[in-house]
């Protein structure tokens, strides 16, 4: 029967007793095997619930947050793209020559479909207008060049207006000549009918005196273009140039009275540049001289 007594008191357990019977039980082996036990099954209940908790975590992540570190990502990726597109393309421009030899040759400087249509200004007798068009072909510097880089602050020359000078120098003394001979020989023709009978008819030889040749053959320029060193140079120059470059663009053939023939008008071609070119070596120039002589 349950004791009532409101004044009975529990058996006190000494306090030596309990901190004992605490002693014996931590000496235990048995207590001590299963005390790790339960240590090791926390731990690894702790890691568990850890892992569990991030992955929760990362599941939950507001979408907004998962968009907005995407866009991120996405630009950089494209400005990093762009900076290497933008300085990639100075670089290029800056130390890049047309040549036709490694490091500078190469196909970013050509334009394809290029089509060749006749221009006779430039195969007419020389005058104010024809030189004109063939100066400027010539960039301001005349084609002299001087690069940090490049030629190591060196004066150089690009090779294409070199071969331009040469060959307006070699159609210079083709017309120089050419002129010269047909006057002379109006002149033997005027002379001769001066001394002929009247009852001679005169046959006009349609020679037309070139202002613009008779003033050039006066200046000393003309007359070095005129030189046959120079020409015979420039024959040899051009002939190593076009070697040189050996222009592999296929022509287009006509047939004509059973005869094979390439005029080269008409035909699609890949071509360099030329205006790029001329382009740089102005910026490069030494020198503001101007003109094709």
């Not at 866009?71 to 020559?97: M, N, P, T, W």
């Amino acid at each position: 029967m349950q004791n009532l007594n409101p004044f009975f008191r529990t058996k006190t357990v000494p306090y030596h007793s309990i901190s004992q019977d605490f002693t014996d039980d931590n000496n235990d082996p048995s207590h001590a095997s299963s005390s790790a036990e339960s240590s090791t099954f926390a731990s690894k209940n702790s890691c568990s619930d850890e892992n569990a908790y991030l992955v929760a975590r990362e599941l939950h992540r507001p979408r907004h947050s998962r968009l907005k570190h995407s866009c991120c990502y996405i630009f950089v990726a494209l400005l990093s793209l762009l900076l290497g597109v933008v300085f990639g393309e100075i670089f290029r421009l800056e130390y890049e020559v047309d040549g036709y030899t490694p490091p500078f040759g190469n196909t970013h400087r050509t334009i394809k479909n290029v089509v060749w249509q006749r221009n006779d200004t430039f195969a007419q007798e020389p005058s104010a207008v024809t030189e004109k068009a063939w100066a400027d072909l010539i960039p301001q510097g005349r084609g002299f060049v001087s690069h940090p880089t490049l030629t190591k602050n060196e004066l150089k020359s690009v090779s294409v207006f070199h071969e331009i000078h040469c060959l307006h120098g070699i159609r210079t003394a083709y017309f120089t000549s050419d002129y010269l001979h047909r006057k002379l020989q109006h002149e033997l023709h005027a002379s001769s009918h001066r001394r002929s009978s009247s009852d001679h008819p005169h046959v006009p030889d349609n020679f037309v005196i070139n202002a613009y040749l008779e003033e050039q053959i006066q200046h000393p320029e003309h007359a070095h273009g005129l030189a046959a060193g120079h020409v015979k140079h420039c024959f040899e120059y051009l002939r190593q140039a076009l070697m040189c470059a050996a222009d592999t663009n296929l022509e287009d053939v006509n047939v004509e009275d059973g005869q094979e023939g390439a005029p080269g008008w008409g035909t699609k071609r890949v071509c360099r540049d030329f205006d790029g070119v001329k382009e740089w070596s102005e910026k490069w120039r030494k020198g503001d001289g101007v003109g094709i002589v």
